[in-house]
């Protein structure tokens, strides 16, 4: 059987193999708090590149210590963490995955000790702390940092930047009219809410010339949130800026009930994809290989990324291609039991 799941893609001179992506997902796994890559990381993604992953995304990694998630998160605010992201980056490409990594800030979502900062003075919940407003020179200063993680990127070999725009974190919080309150010229219209990631595009742009993806939530949940029409509009932006896929996925900028089941965010990308022409990566509860290649082969999106079901099975490519009658072909090492 001819399929398109495995079937290569290329984007901006980069080639995978295959059009399955690990989706990024906190491991919270650096023990020492220093932002560092452990072996825990080294093991974890190197099995996903033997499993046959075509693109490994790692996880959202923070541009500043202040902007973490929490004080165990990967971090890409020094050159002190080259030298681990440089190993982890060549563990991967020894087994054939392309590389990616999702550069972060948590903003008012952050868990970590001090000062935590955001567009708006406003918590996420009763259980989470109040973030301080941030000034002109905390914007300015958190952009920079956006660009020295992706110079930093480019110097540890990854092969594709995406910028973390979703699930609720600071360039979120910026984008969403319930998180964003400012009066500035960052803050009231759908253009002032979207220059803060406007301007984290154009600097990374400055240093990095290679495949840009841009993750987003493209549903708030909320009345008076964004929709995935609003969306469209800033995707219409994005590409205007060279970024080259969106990664749709929805929700988590405020507490909200979500209705999930197999697929529930694919809609977002296709509905992206046809109204802006821009490529994207489809997310949500997708667990087989039939659902992937339906996906795919109806162009609801380019690139199906896969979350849970990779943390379940780091071999999960080999199961799709039994589904979709594909010959993969094994690692030597372990061709006996293929």
């Avoid at 780091?314 to 690692?331: F, H, N, Q, S």
Wanted: aromatic content about 8%; glycine content about 8%; proline content about 4%.
């Amino acid at each position: 059987m001819t399929t398109t799941l495995f079937s290569p893609y290329t984007i901006k001179g980069v080639t995978l193999k295959n059009r399955i992506v690990m989706s990024p997902m906190c491991m919270y796994s650096c023990h020492n708090e220093d932002g560092k890559v452990e072996n825990w990381h080294k093991i974890h993604y190197a099995a996903r590149a033997v499993g046959q992953v075509g693109l490994i995304v790692v996880e959202a990694t923070a541009v500043t210590a202040q902007g973490r998630i929490s004080s165990r998160d990967l971090g890409i605010w020094s050159d002190e963490h080259l030298t681990g992201l440089k190993e982890l980056v060549s563990l991967m490409k020894e087994h054939g995955a392309k590389t990616a990594i999702q550069l972060a800030h948590a903003g008012r979502k952050a868990m970590i000790d001090g000062e935590i900062i955001a567009p708006s003075p406003i918590a996420f919940d009763e259980k989470m702390r109040v973030p301080r407003e941030m000034t002109k020179e905390d914007i300015e200063n958190t952009i920079q940092a956006f660009q020295q993680g992706a110079r930093r990127a480019k110097e540890a070999g990854f092969d594709i930047i995406e910028i973390h725009a979703a699930h609720g974190y600071l360039i979120n919080e910026f984008l969403s009219p319930l998180t964003n309150k400012r009066q500035d010229e960052y803050g009231g219209t759908a253009e002032n809410r979207y220059r803060f990631l406007s301007e984290v595009i154009d600097a990374v742009r400055e240093v990095w010339d290679g495949p840009l993806f841009v993750r987003i939530s493209a549903s708030d949940y909320h009345p008076e949130g964004l929709t995935v029409e609003d969306y469209i509009e800033y995707a219409k932006r994005m590409k205007e800026q060279g970024v080259d896929l969106i990664d749709v996925s929805s929700g988590a900028v405020v507490p909200a009930k979500i209705d999930v089941y197999p697929g529930y965010q694919v809609r977002f990308a296709e509905q992206i994809r046809q109204s802006v022409g821009v490529a994207t990566g489809a997310v949500g509860l997708i667990t087989s290989g039939l659902q992937a290649e339906e996906i795919l082969r109806n162009e609801r999106a380019d690139l199906v990324f896969i979350g849970r079901e990779l943390l379940r099975n780091p071999y999960w490519p080999r199961t799709a291609a039994k589904e979709l009658g594909v010959e993969l072909e094994a690692p030597v090492q372990y061709k006996r039991g293929w």
